[in-house]
């Protein structure tokens, strides 16, 4: 990547800031107030901590031009007791009602996903958005069908002897599948609830990074929908069917791009109702270790 990357000495106040936040240590101050330099700028893995950080805008980076620079309204930030109850208030709604997730609210929802942070900030992750009724549908019957052949396998009285030996815990999961099937045929959808939309997250198939990169944007993204009264439910079925999908049906049905693949997904409805009451999580298991 070409890119330029400067101080202005006319405008730098020497506060260090820059020094500190930069996780590739591209700049250096030999000590408080002293000149602030740069070296290695090649390994700057373009994260913009300095341009963000600078409070004079000494800091210049071709990446960053100043259009792409916005000041941070801190008085209009939620406080500390509202973030903990939208945390608290948070769940996956699956009473759903049959009308569609408005346009500007999945935009939202996508940005705030898309703003969460990401390995060694590669910014790989990226959105499939899912409203059209009959994809929907598609995708609920080839998660079945693909649970469908599993059950197969599990049930073949040939096979059955040896997998039960080989992977006895998916056994466990026999009645869940039969259910999910028996359920949609009597025209009751228990794989996305009857959602009105459904945001998949990919990111690069080789990716290292690649499931936590896009759970820390379905996080993301969760809250917000909570934030708007949007209930949302993560996709569990489909995400565990498209990994028995040998023959790339999902990542056509969805036309998944050639070496990506989808490591989250996040229904969402419009609710019918709030819950009015949160309940108290299991007591948290915390360790600290602290000075004595």
Not at 109 to 114: D, G, K, L, R, S
Not at 184 to 190: A, F, P, S, T
Not at 193 to 199: K, L, M, P, S
Request: aromatic fraction near 6%; proline fraction near 7%; charged fraction near 25%.
């Amino acid at each position: 990547m070409n890119f330029t990357l400067d101080i202005h000495s006319s405008t730098c106040i020497r506060c260090g800031r820059c020094v500190a936040v930069c996780p590739s240590r591209i700049f250096t101050q030999t000590e408080p107030k002293a000149p602030v330099g740069i070296e290695r700028p090649e390994t700057c893995i373009v994260c913009g901590h300095c341009v963000a950080a600078c409070p004079t805008g000494a800091v210049t980076h071709t990446e960053f031009p100043a259009e792409k620079v916005h000041p941070v309204d801190r008085n209009a930030l939620p406080t500390a007791e509202q973030v903990l109850e939208l945390c608290r208030a948070r769940r996956s709604n699956r009473a759903l009602t049959d009308r569609p997730v408005p346009r500007d609210l999945l935009e939202q929802i996508v940005e705030a996903a898309h703003r969460a942070p990401t390995a060694s900030n590669r910014q790989e992750v990226s959105f499939i958005v899912v409203t059209d009724p009959e994809k929907l549908k598609q995708i609920i019957q080839l998660t079945l069908d693909t649970f469908d052949g599993v059950r197969r396998k599990l049930e073949n009285p040939v096979l059955r002897p040896l997998l039960r030996r080989v992977v006895p815990q998916v056994y466990a999961y026999l009645p869940a599948f039969r259910r999910l099937i028996e359920a949609w045929g009597r025209g009751e959808d228990l794989v996305l609830r009857g959602a009105q939309a459904v945001v998949f997250i990919c990111a690069p198939a080789d990716s290292r990074f690649g499931v936590t990169d896009t759970n820390l944007a379905y996080e993301n993204g969760s809250l917000m929908a909570e934030s708007l009264g949007v209930s949302q439910i993560y996709t569990g079925f489909v995400l565990s069917a498209m990994k028995q999908d040998r023959k790339g049906r999902f990542a056509q049905l969805l036309g998944v791009g050639k070496g990506r693949k989808v490591y989250a997904g996040m229904a969402l409805g419009m609710p019918k109702f709030a819950f009015p009451n949160y309940i108290d999580k299991k007591p948290v298991e915390v360790q600290w270790m602290e000075e004595r």
